[in-house]
């Protein structure tokens, strides 16, 4: 799908190489559903969570404070996060998919990066998410972007066995 002009994203940052990171754009509500749908079929199975947040984003996401970045390269969608509001502190990471025909590029870590200077920017002090172990691509990815693993933590979703946080 191809992005449209919308006034109420905003650009957070262009690269030379022809992708850019926006924030929400309505006009492009079924690729953040369609991507993730994907990656959840493909690793494991969409869960009510994921149908309910992947269902109505504005809702789960966006009207709690939180925010869903797309990544466009020549303006088509090849990924995304999400961004979802825990506390006046907090966001949990979730949602964050990249086409799988662009993976291998870098483009998921800039998403994480902007992900988390958004989340700067938010003033909040910490980011979470939960992950499998089975994922090891995405756990070094975490790492590498300073998350550490957590112990003690309440399984949100069937499938995580992990949960990491990066204090901001």
Sequence with gaps: MNAQANSARQVLHRYDDGLTLITFDPALRDEFKRLNVAWLERHFTVEPIDERVLGNPEQEILNAGGEII??????????????????????????????????????GQRLLETALQFARQRGKRRVVLYTQTVLKPAITLYRKNGFVELRDFDRKYARCDMKMEKQL
Excluded: N, P, W
């Excluded at 020549?74 to 995304?80: A, C, P």
């Design 70 to 107: 797309f990544a466009l390269l020549d303006d088509q969608v090849i990924g995304t996060v999400g961004l979802k509001a825990e506390s006046a502190d907090e966001f949990e990471l979730t949602k964050m998919a990249v086409d799988e025909r662009f993976q291998g590029r870098g483009y």
